[in-house]
């Protein structure tokens, strides 16, 4: 049995908010020694940033973290991936994606 995962879907001229939760193995809030989030638009080049270096990564509370993509015109159509990477205190990864709605616009 194969199941489809449903890709969400925003209109150019949104804001999209990825984010990642990290905790040790007994499930305690850490903050990770190192934070990075990619993300590229199609087959593009990937954009790389890092948490206490790039200001788009913001820290919400303890192992909580967010960004936010602004959806361009340069992106009509396009599936956007993304991937976190802990390291150091707590370790692991997380990748989503989401889509960017086709406009006759752009």
Known sequence: LIMATTVNEYDI???VRISVSTATDAGV???PTGLTVRYKVANGT???LTYGTDAEVVKDSS???HMDIDLTSDMNGALVKYRWVATGAVKGADEGAFKVRQSAFY
Do not use: K
């Open 46 to 48: 990937a954009v790389v």
């Open 13 to 15: 001229g949104d804001s």
């Open 63 to 65: 192992g909580e973290f």
């Open 29 to 31: 809030p850490t903050d």
